[in-house]
């Protein structure tokens, strides 16, 4: 789906021909000049014409050379370059099933969770209005890897990408998980090093928050994200759903207060959820709903808010949450 567009004239001339040829999002975007593409591809540390991966839904060609493209025009710095082909790596996965996320009628679209030190070296934000502005590493990254799935895939708006109303998350949806998380990095649960740095891809609707002031103790705050996972369970159209619980750190450190681990987090947000549904349709076929919650941390320091993110159908005719080390 790659296209080579002439660009002719000044600046303000090439770029309003990217618009033309649908090569944007809509945003202002950086002309991708040789001199810039060049810098971001040696940032890459590899030959400009090696494949990254076949974008689904039309499975186009994302080289080193494409991947800066896109990275220059979304306001990247060549230094992100790393994480972006982690993030095209994961994203492009069989079991990510970029290809039903992005011709779906459903609204969700990748979101990319960076994690690991070179987050922080590289300024990805896990803090105050994380999923906001203010970081450009955040905004930048998600809008490059939108762009690579909308110029290199094919998910054009309206021809291939079917969705009824998509979500802000289209134009970028990247954030860094806190590294003071109580339960260690998410990534650590996928396959990888802990002390790894890594992209991890979730398929997500837009976040819900979560919000409780009053709770000081683990079981106490625990029926606020019961609450939310037990919504996503009894929704038919969520059937086997993933769930990303992403507390702040004000609620994570209540909920590690006595020593509990992830998993027994986990455990416990899907028993109280489950005793909220009642019985769940999949059961009787043997789907285990509380496998599908995944847990991290992001968010500011002060205030009680965290938030939930559900994914789309889930493993198997759906999309599996993947990550990829971030190479050094």
């Given amino acids: 789906m790659t296209q080579t567009v002439q660009l002719e004239g000044d600046e303000s001339a090439a770029v309003e021909r990217l618009h033309e040829q649908g090569l944007t999002d809509g945003l202002p975007v950086v002309l991708p000049t040789p001199e810039r593409v060049a810098a971001h591809v040696?940032?890459?540390?590899?030959?400009?014409?090696?494949?990254?991966?076949?974008?689904?839904?039309?499975?186009?060609?994302?080289?080193?050379?494409?991947?800066a493209s896109n990275a220059v025009m979304a306001g990247c710095r060549p230094e992100y370059m790393p994480v972006l082909l982690a993030g095209v790596r994961?994203?492009?996965?069989?079991?990510?099933?970029?290809?039903?996320?992005?011709?779906s009628n459903h609204p969700a679209s990748p979101m990319f969770l960076v994690s690991g030190p070179?987050?922080?070296?590289?300024?990805?934000?896990?803090?105050?209005?994380?999923?906001?502005?203010?970081?450009?590493a955040n905004a930048t990254v998600g809008r490059a890897l939108n762009l690579i799935i909308q110029n290199v895939g094919g998910?054009?708006?309206?021809p291939i990408d079917q969705a009824v109303l998509g979500h802000p998350g289209r134009y970028t949806y990247c954030i860094a998980e806190d590294p003071e998380a109580p339960w260690g990095p998410l990534h650590g649960t996928l396959g990888l090093d802990a002390g790894a740095n890594?992209?991890?891809?979730?398929?997500?609707?837009?976040p819900r928050a979560v919000m409780d002031y009053a709770s000081t103790e683990p079981e106490e705050l625990l029926p606020a994200f019961a609450r939310s996972v037990a919504n996503v369970w009894r929704d038919p159209f969520y059937t086997m759903s993933e769930v990303l619980l992403i507390p702040s750190i004000a609620h994570a450190r209540v909920l590690a207060k006595h020593g509990w681990t992830r998993e027994e987090i986990k455990r416990r947000v899907g028993e109280q959820a489950r005793a909220q549904c009642g019985e769940l349709p999949l059961e009787a076929i043997g789907h285990v709903y509380e496998a599908g919650i995944h847990l991290t941390c992001a968010g500011g320091p002060w205030g009680q808010y965290s938030a939930l993110v559900n994914g789309w159908v889930g493993p198997g005719p759906g999309s599996t949450m993947t990550t990829e080390e971030v190479a050094a």
């Fill in 198 to 206: 890594a992209v991890t891809c979730f398929a997500g609707d837009a």
């Fill in 90 to 103: 994961a994203m492009c996965r069989e079991e990510f099933n970029l290809y039903g996320v992005r011709t």
């Fill in 118 to 136: 070179l987050a922080a070296e590289l300024g990805f934000g896990h803090g105050t209005n994380c999923f906001g502005p203010g970081s450009r």
């Fill in 155 to 158: 998910a054009t708006p309206g």
């Fill in 42 to 67: 040696q940032a890459a540390g590899l030959p400009a014409s090696e494949l990254v991966a076949l974008v689904p839904p039309m499975s186009g060609e994302a080289t080193v050379e494409i991947v």
